[in-house]
């Protein structure tokens, strides 16, 4: 019996290597023809970028730029498309032309360039008695005409004469006008003699002086009904004026109709602010306030405003609790308030609509100095009450925090602060 083993010998090295250096020169071979590819790529690359048109740099893609008109203010800065920009004239000028401008797709503004026009204050004829009327800026002066004297040449300048009139009697009646009197608070009485006596008579807002009887003298009503009976002319000044008075407000105000009060101008409604796009107007009692919300920087925690008056927390990660204990949300309010307003009164209400804890508690946040002014009491189970416990002499701005945290088993789940700011103004009205 024969048996015999059938195997294959193993390549020797120097056929190994012979193999090894043929697959190097096939790898430098496929290498150098991807390199003149890639070559060639950029190439095609280049060219095409160079044969692109080029946009210029400087691409207007907002409105040109407007100015404001003379003697007139201009609101808005923002030229992009979609923006107004409001325009107002000085006291004295009215506007003519647009009161606003819209920045058009075209790029064109809307509307057309306005001006600032002096008003006329004599178109009115306000001079009377063929008095010549002199335009001025926000108001005006009269010339008056020979015989006649006055702001608005309202006066006569009468010369001393007697004129005689028979009675049925018998008896002679006389009419006397004295010399004449200078001066819008001086006037000339009407006089009246009969059988020898004279009796004088003033018009409405004069009385007799009484060193002369033959002049009549301006009352005046602010220094007379300073401290009435009855209470004062005017809420805030009284200025007398010839034959009777007037009422101003400070800055901010303007007289309501019986001419004695004064009335805050909301500044924030009829546009009569600077405040920016990113801010918000609030109108306070004779001004306004350009306010804008930033959230909070708090360590371990992060905010997100989530509309223009709160921010709220992001979410915070499993394990850090530092974060969970954290305030939820911080939202913002504005008040505006007079000056000594009586206390003790609610000035806002913090409630939670929707509790998951058993427990609510509601507390005062800050020193000693907005606890001489504020507190904090519960109202009911769910509600909250800041409370103004002590008079405020404006000007001032209060601040204060009322903070609400939620208790699930004394645990504490979430806290939310409630900012309230307090324009007190200066006047008690």
């Not at 004069?206 to 007379?224: A, F, H, M, N, V």
Request: aromatic share 6%; proline share 7%; with cysteine.
């Amino acid at each position: 019996m024969f048996s015999s083993t059938i195997g294959q010998d193993c390549p020797s090295r120097r056929e190994i290597q012979g193999t090894l250096k043929q697959v190097q020169k096939l790898l430098a071979a496929h290498e150098s023809s991807y390199g003149q590819s890639l070559k060639n790529l950029k190439k095609k690359i280049n060219l095409l970028q160079n044969s692109a048109p080029k946009l210029p740099r400087d691409t207007n893609i907002t409105c040109p730029k407007l100015d404001a008109p003379l003697y007139g203010r201009k609101l808005g800065k923002s030229q992009s498309v979609g923006h107004e920009v409001h325009f107002l004239c000085d006291p004295g000028y009215e506007l003519v032309g647009s009161e606003s401008r819209l920045c058009q797709e075209s790029l064109v503004w809307g509307g057309q360039q306005p001006t600032c026009r002096n008003i006329n204050e004599c178109a009115s004829s306000p001079c009377l008695n063929g008095g010549t009327c002199t335009d001025e800026v926000n108001q005006f002066s009269c010339v008056c005409a020979k015989g006649w004297a006055g702001v608005t040449c309202q006066s006569p300048v009468p010369t001393f004469f007697l004129s005689i009139t028979n009675t049925s009697a018998g008896a002679a009646a006389a009419t006397v006008l004295p010399a004449a009197t200078s001066g819008p608070f001086v006037r000339p009485p009407r006089c009246t003699m009969t059988q020898g006596t004279t009796h004088c008579t003033c018009e409405p807002g004069y009385t007799i002086s009484g060193r002369d009887p033959y002049t009549c003298t301006d009352i005046d009503e602010c220094e007379l009904f300073h401290n009435g009976q009855s209470g004062r002319l005017c809420l805030h000044t009284c200025v007398n004026t010839p034959g009777g008075y007037r009422c101003n407000c400070p800055a901010g105000y303007e007289v309501t109709r019986d001419g004695r009060g004064c009335k805050d101008i909301d500044e924030c409604a009829t546009r009569q602010n600077n405040c920016t796009r990113d801010q918000t107007c609030i109108n306070t009692n004779g001004g306004y306030q350009c306010v804008r919300v930033e959230c909070p920087k708090i360590p371990n925690a992060s905010y997100v405003k989530t509309s223009p008056m709160r921010c709220e927390r992001n979410p915070c990660p499993l394990d850090n609790k530092a974060c969970s204990q954290t305030p939820n949300s911080f939202s913002y309010h504005y008040l505006s308030v007079v000056s000594n307003l009586s206390a003790p009164r609610v000035m806002f209400r913090v409630s939670a609509l929707r509790p998951i804890g058993d427990t609510l508690r509601f507390s005062l946040v800050g020193g000693r100095h907005i606890r001489r002014y504020f507190t904090v009491q519960r109202s009911d189970r769910l509600t909250g009450q800041l409370m103004l416990v002590s008079p405020v002499q404006g000007p001032a701005t209060l601040e204060a925090e009322v903070e609400m945290t939620e208790l699930e088993r004394k645990e504490q789940l979430g806290r939310y602060i409630t900012k309230v700011t307090m324009f007190v103004s200066q006047y008690d009205f």
